[in-house]
């Protein structure tokens, strides 16, 4: 066997032995999502992603199963950073999500919009029929926001995990900070009615606009904004809420009923945020997860 027929040979077995994982799960429909966060024009290198979750999707259809793929546009994080072709003002804009903020090229109802189509347009020239769904969109729906809601209920749990997974490797200090900072922590920020902002700062000086309480029998959510100050206490449902990241995660599996999702190797280091992920999906939703 030549190095070319054992190279292929090993890559046609990594691909099925995942497929075979996947299809024991046995849902209804299988759902191969995937997801990115709108920054800017997404490399080229990220369609990595896109084309081995078609692949995974084409082999278990080759089976005689249902199966489709989802790409998730992380369109309502904040705007952390301005790329050198952005014209938006950082000053009106830093810490707004990106569905909130204005296309400045004019063609699309927002800069998360505008980027989200940019990416989609090329999934077509690599082959891959993706269906795209919008982060925004996804947490107006009342199954998201039950799953916000859920993690509030949960975050005594959160917590645990957090400190488990997270602090693992930490120091004796750097533990003891870290437990000492999650005693008031809670999974979710608010998109401030005021400001339009759902944090402060932008790479290396992030402050959220964190949910500072949680009343459960009145469904109460109290917050204060990290930029203009702006403090209340409200009822869930006049509120917009978006979960951390480490939560959001496992709270969007849950809600798609995600059977698998390739990610990059940085969310799979040990004590990474697929860990914490199929933990929380487990404790605190109560299913499995995706492969």
């Known amino acids: 066997m030549t ?17 075979d994982k996947v299809v024991e799960r046995n849902p209804e429909q299988y759902l191969i999502v995937t997801g990115k966060s709108m920054s800017g024009s997404v490399h080229v290198g990220f369609m990595k992603e896109i084309i081995i ?4 999707k084409r082999e278990i259809q080759a089976l005689g199963k249902p199966a489709k793929t989802v790409f998730i546009s992380d369109d309502y994080d904040p705007i952390r950073s301005f790329p050198p072709s952005l014209t938006l003002s950082p000053e009106e804009y830093m810490g707004v999500p990106y569905s909130d903020a204005p296309d400045p090229y004019g063609c699309c109802e927002s800069l998360g919009a505008h980027w989200t189509n940019e990416l989609v347009e090329s999934f077509l020239e690599f082959g891959a029929d993706t269906e795209v769904v919008l982060q925004s969109k996804l947490y107006e729906t009342k199954e998201m926001l039950d799953a916000v809601r859920t993690c509030l209920k949960h975050t005594g749990t ?12 930490f120091d004796e200090k750097q533990k003891a900070d870290y437990i000492a900072s999650m005693k008031t922590w809670y999974p979710a ?6 400001c ?8 290396g000086s992030i402050v959220p606009n964190r949910v500072t309480a949680y009343n459960q029998e009145d469904d109460e959510v109290s917050y204060e904004c990290a930029h203009c100050g702006h403090s209340e206490t409200a009822k869930f449902d006049k509120l917009r809420l978006k979960l951390s990241w480490r939560v959001d ?13 390739p990610a990059g190797k940085d969310h799979e280091v040990r004590g990474g945020s697929y ?3 199929l933990e929380m999906s487990r404790r605190v939703f109560g299913w499995s997860g995706p492969v």
């Open 3 to 19: 190095s070319e027929e054992s190279q292929e040979e090993f890559s046609i077995h990594w691909i099925r032995d995942l497929v």
């Open 53 to 56: 979750a078609d692949v995974i």
């Open 158 to 169: 959160i917590r645990e995990i957090l400190i488990e997974f997270v602090a693992r490797d």
């Open 189 to 194: 920020s608010v998109i401030c009615p005021v």
């Open 196 to 203: 339009g902002r759902l944090q402060s700062g932008g790479k």
């Open 249 to 261: 995660w496992p709270a969007k599996w849950y809600v798609m009923q995600t059977t698998c999702e």
């Open 275 to 277: 860990d914490t992920g």
